[in-house]
């Protein structure tokens, strides 16, 4: 496969995964949520991951973060970090190196802080988890910082999370993320809680940072729209997945597999009422073992799945 | 203080006030709606004891007037309340001319020794207990053990309490049978004296430990579970916290605030003792007390007692409702 070449054309990765696999376990069987996926993300680089609910996008994320939790395993492939593979590393290891070298965008950001710390005390714990115990006002002027980097007032400080809106929360999440400068962020569908006028703020804000601390990222989504003004090279999963990567422009004027070209689609327009009904889609049976798709190189860095028989119907009825 | 306003607390603090009133009232009338009068089946107890009693009529007939029975309602009312008020509970019934005052004065320190101590180490042991079992770090021979720990709470403890004895007292000999400490002694702060009251808390102190363990596990556990769900943790350990940080801050914090408020409210009970543990064992606190009042009919004594459970549990719901803002910042009383 023409991936190594992508690989050396840039420089070295911060995030290479290989022939990730998670599986959940059912009383009927395994559900194979990721089937093999391998993406890098080189220094600096943002990687937008997208893809229907369901089609293994925060599987991936966990699995990463080597969060992968019960009834969910990950039975094979690696993840290296800066080279060091974060799957065989012993927990010990592994934990003085999160948040350091890979932080967490959360999902879901309204549950995301502890509801009985104050905004302070859960940030200051992975500042002194990490760094050891430090002067409180040095320590307080740090928090602070941070917080004016996210654009939240002073205030926010002292308050508990629950005396704070979603956007403000969110803001908190990327502040925490960033607080020990790590080399790579994984942003889980940091927005998507949020109304659309926070959504860009929060991102803008995310981008900010991001781009000050040089960090590489892999943002989480399913708003394409979004995810073209953010990121660098976007990779589109479908039922476990990856089925297309690419470039970010080449792969919005140039989509290759039929899933791509329907999320495109998807975008709402202004200009255009489209029909809110969708053909079926045809998906694989999540328990039955299936090869991971050959993915080809279509132009210079745009690999795409060759579609399977039938993978054609997918189409977006204009009526 | 945090979470709490003034005008929530004027209000709380006179419903407090409130509710001990209305259930002084209604301990007042409830006995007097119901027929007879306990001098009456006092005569009439001692009579059946006693073979005969010479002039019951004029004895019913001055103890009446004495315990003031004869008295308007009203007068009777006014006089029971500034009696509760000032904790004078009057003379008990059975035992005539000691005070209801001296009899529970006797007894409290022994229930408050025995449940304060025991309540805590149930609530300790069980909250640890159910913790760990949903803890995902335990080791898994923890993980098989733990469960077995509680099958005592499927036993009733009067059971338990003589499965104890049995063991504890007459195959081993480690402890004395009954009693809260050794005739022989004279109570005071002295090492044999408190060693002897230590030697024969012990197994009842163990009976209720280990018969209520459980539920306080079983709580913890579900309240575990629930929280094991929550985002947070997931960000807590994304954030490389160490283990124990993660289970105590995050978790056990979160996980243990129901168990609180039943802690508080648990405490709030012991007063009443527990009749069943402090009769088996001979004890000589309050649960033993009401046991007799309740079986010679002492009214006054079981009076004097309910008053102060009454007391003392609606003491516990309003420090509960005054602490709860510190416990869980969700919860406030101010006004935004």
Known sequence: MSERSERSRRGRPILDVRDLRVHYSTPHGDVIAVNGVSFSVAEGETLGLVGESGSGKSTVAMGVLRLTSPPGRVVGGSVSVKGEDILAMPEAALRRRRWRELALVPQGSMNSLNPVLRVRDQIRDVIETHEGKQPRRRLKERVLRLLDLVNLPARVYDLYPHELSGGMKQRICIAMAIALEPSLIIADEPTSALDVVVQRTVAQTLLTVKAELGSSMVLIGHDMALQAQLVDRIAVMYAGNIVEIGPVRDLFRHPHHPYTRHLIASIPSIRERKPLVVKDLRRPDPRTPRPTPALSEVSTGHFAAIPEAGDEGVVISHA | ?336
Do not use: C
Request: proline share 5%; charged share 10%.
């Open chain 2, 1 to 336: 203080m945090r979470g709490l306003s003034l005008g929530y607390v004027i209000r709380r603090v006179g419903m407090f006030f409130f509710t001990i009133w209305a259930s002084a009232t209604v301990m007042f009338f409830i006995p007097r709606l119901a027929p007879g009068d306990p001098v009456s089946a006092m005569v009439t107890r001692l009579t059946s004891q006693a073979g005969r009693v010479e002039g019951s009529a004029a004895l019913i007939t001055a103890w009446r007037q004495r315990f003031g029975l004869d008295d308007p309602l009203l007068v009777q009312y006014l006089r029971y309340l500034r009696g509760m008020l000032t904790f004078d509970f009057g003379y008990s019934l059975a035992q005539f001319p000691t005070e209801v005052g001296a009899m529970v004065g006797r007894a409290m320190p022994w229930t408050i020794g025995l449940l304060l101590i025991s309540t805590v180490l149930t609530f300790l042991a069980g909250t640890l207990i159910g913790a760990l079992m949903a803890w995902r770090r335990t080791p898994r021979l923890l993980r098989w053990f733990l469960p077995v720990s509680l099958t005592f709470t499927a036993i009733p403890f009067y059971i338990l309490g003589i499965v104890l004895v049995y063991v504890f007292v007459f195959a081993l000999g480690l402890f004395p049978v009954s009693g809260g400490y050794r005739n022989d002694l004279t109570p005071g702060f002295d090492f044999a004296f408190i060693n002897s009251v230590i030697q024969h808390g012990t197994l009842p102190a163990m009976s209720i430990v280990l018969a209520s363990m459980g539920f306080w596990a079983l709580g913890m556990r579900g309240m575990m579970v629930t929280v094991a769900g929550e985002d947070y943790l997931t960000l807590a350990r994304a954030k490389g916290l160490r283990p124990l940080d993660v289970l105590f801050r995050y978790e056990v914090r979160n996980a243990i605030l129901p168990q609180v408020t039943a802690l508080v409210l648990g405490l709030g009970g012991i007063v009443g003792g527990t009749v069943l543990v402090e009769y088996l064992f001979g004890y000589p606190g309050m649960g033993a007390l009401l046991y007799q009042g309740i079986t010679n009919s002492d009214f006054t004594v079981i009076q004097g007692i309910v008053f102060i459970l009454i007391l003392t549990t609606v003491t516990a719901v309003l420090i509960v409702d005054l602490i709860y803002p510190l416990l869980d910042p969700r919860i406030t009383y101010e006004r935004r």
